[in-house]
């Protein structure tokens, strides 16, 4: 069994930065993917970031380049999400998910395409 365990959220004000992890239970992905995604109230579920384990390669999306990175810790099987100069519009669910092997630049961009998920923490940006 492979368990995903988010932590970190909490509200904080705009300008703020914050931390978020994703503890990997279970299981080592040495060649996978790490997803970090997020759901804005009452919106879709949207892509935030990704790291390739096997070449610490990183892929942003465009409302959070230059703000966010993401990197993973190997010897906590770990990935963690940090967040500078947060905006109100950054408030959100933010949930992680792997996929065993690497995804395309464009493929990990896709929810649909991770076999494990985890809860979510929720992050709130106040103005």
Known sequence: QVYLAES?????????????????????????????FRQPPGNKLEFVAAYRWSDDST?????VKGRFTIAGENAKNTVILQMNSLKPEDTAV????VYPTRLSDSDLRVGENY???????RVTVSS
């Open 8 to 36: 970190g959220g909490r509200l904080v004000q705009a300008g703020d930065s914050l931390t978020v992890s994703c503890a990997i239970i279970g299981r080592t992905f040495s060649s996978g993917t790490i997803g970090w």
């Open 59 to 63: 892929v942003y999306a465009d409302a």
């Open 94 to 97: 933010y949930s992680c998910a």
């Open 115 to 121: 076999d494990y998920w985890g809860q979510g923490t």
